[in-house]
């Protein structure tokens, strides 16, 4: 039973840093990709960065040069995800989810939204 489990969200001021967690509770397994979305009140689901098994990495726009999506390297499977937040602005400040599928097909396309498991998300607020 796969259980996707974020941590690391918080308030921070605008300049700030964070580091998000996601941990597949039930481990040793290796999921194709492991991707970060985030979600503000009326708006879509945005895909934020993406992480593929071959170590191939995708950024939204608005979060390129700030944050940085990664696995523990020390692992040669993709069960974990991190994303280091760096510079942080007002409207980065949504629920962060952490999303996992086997297959790395589509992983790095930005629309692709159809993921097989979810965290439950975690808040990053911050303020100006």
């Known amino acids: 039973q796969v259980r996707l489990v974020e941590s690391g969200g918080g308030s921070v001021q605008a300049g700030g840093s964070l580091r998000l967690s996601c941990v597949d509770t039930?481990?040793?397994?290796?999921?194709?990709?492991m991707a970060w979305f985030r979600q503000v009140a009326g708006k879509e689901r945005e895909k934020v960065a993406a992480?593929?098994?071959?170590?191939?990495?995708?950024?939204?726009d608005s979060v390129k040069g700030r944050f940085t999506v990664s696995n523990d390297n020390a692992k040669s499977i993709l069960d974990i995800l991190y994303l280091e937040m760096n510079n942080l602005k007002p409207e980065d400040t949504g629920l962060y989810y952490c999303a996992a599928d086997h297959s790395s097909a589509r992983c790095l396309e930005s629309g692709n939204v159809n993921f097989e498991y979810w965290g439950q998300g975690t808040l990053v607020t911050v303020s100006s």
């Open positions: 039930d481990r040793a397994r290796s999921f194709g990709c």
């Open positions: 992480l593929r098994s071959d170590g191939r990495t995708r950024y939204e």
